[in-house]
């Protein structure tokens, strides 16, 4: 597999699947968009598992897989079978010039072992387990790529970022998870509120008293995240900072919108639209903020 064909094939992947994400890696310069894109393929990939059609035993038995093949790369580019595969090729050759750490793909996948197994949580600490696994995680891998001079002092602020980010994709997905039989609120904070997020006869969540109080509750507590994860960004170079501003400032007009308009979780998925996230790009690469 020719590295450059590898590298082109991920970042088809990432413009087709990252409708958010593919805003912020346009702004970087060649190789460290080529290098993100093959974490995010990678991540992409673990992910589809995790969302599959397929019965729970078949869905651990191909992560049980990609984690060897992901293990493999730590002692070089991938070989037999694997050497044809763009997606480990790419990784690889970014791993090589990069110091992304490709154990943090660990996490992801034990992340998204518990979204196989149907895993729920009880108290808000559960939920920062799996926010850590599935999104802080890609936090490090990415930092891997953006490389700052102070990684120590960057490294948990990528992790608290991507804890903000998703919060906010959890509260975005409330009634797409739920029709799948995901439920990732605590149910101490469901209790409280006095919600259970039933699926109604016209596949909207039902929409007792509470909801627009425990949305707001959820909102509230993601902010606090992205205030600290977002002291990232002056740990970072001009490009590396603008990627990580689009992103984060996508997901966070996002979460202000959920929070100001809380009855949309239950009937859509809310999204920004084109001329939107463009603009927050442009905010990103001029002014460096999100």
């Not at 469901?190 to 109604?200: E, K, S, T, V």
Request: some cysteine.
């Amino acid at each position: 597999m020719n590295i450059s064909t590898a590298y082109a094939e991920c970042e088809a992947i990432t413009r087709r699947e990252a409708r958010n994400f593919s805003y912020g890696i346009r702004l970087l310069p060649p190789a460290k968009r080529r290098a993100l894109s093959a974490v995010y393929a990678t991540a992409r990939r673990i992910d589809d598992v995790g969302d599959g059609p397929f019965p729970a035993e078949r869905k651990l038995a191909q992560l049980a897989r990609l984690r060897e093949q992901i293990h493999e790369l730590q002692d070089g580019p991938p070989r037999g079978r694997n050497a044809s595969d763009a997606v480990l090729v790419a990784l690889a050759d970014a791993a090589r010039r990069f110091p992304i750490p490709l154990t943090a793909f660990e996490e992801l996948l034990e992340g998204c072992e518990a979204d196989v197994r149907g895993r729920r949580y009880k108290t808000f600490a559960d939920l920062e387990w799996y926010c850590r696994c599935v999104a802080g995680s890609v936090g490090r891998l990415s930092l891997g790529v953006f490389d700052p001079e102070d990684r120590a002092t960057a490294e948990p602020l990528a992790d608290t970022l991507g804890i903000a980010l998703q919060l906010t994709n959890i509260l975005r997905d409330l009634r797409e998870d739920r029709r799948r039989n995901r439920i990732y609120l605590p149910a101490e904070d469901l209790d409280r509120f006095g919600c259970r997020l039933d699926i109604d006869t016209q596949g909207r969540l039902v929409d007792p008293p509470g909801f627009t109080k425990l949305v707001r509750f959820e909102a509230e507590r993601a902010e606090a995240w992205y205030t600290r994860g977002l002291t990232l960004l002056p740990y970072l170079d001009r490009r590396s900072r603008a990627c990580t501003a689009t992103m984060a400032g996508i997901y966070h007009r996002l979460l202000a919108r959920i929070h100001s308009e809380p009855d949309l979780c239950r009937t859509t998925r809310v999204s920004l639209t084109p001329r939107e996230k463009a603009a927050v790009a442009v905010r990103a690469l001029v002014w460096g903020d999100a």
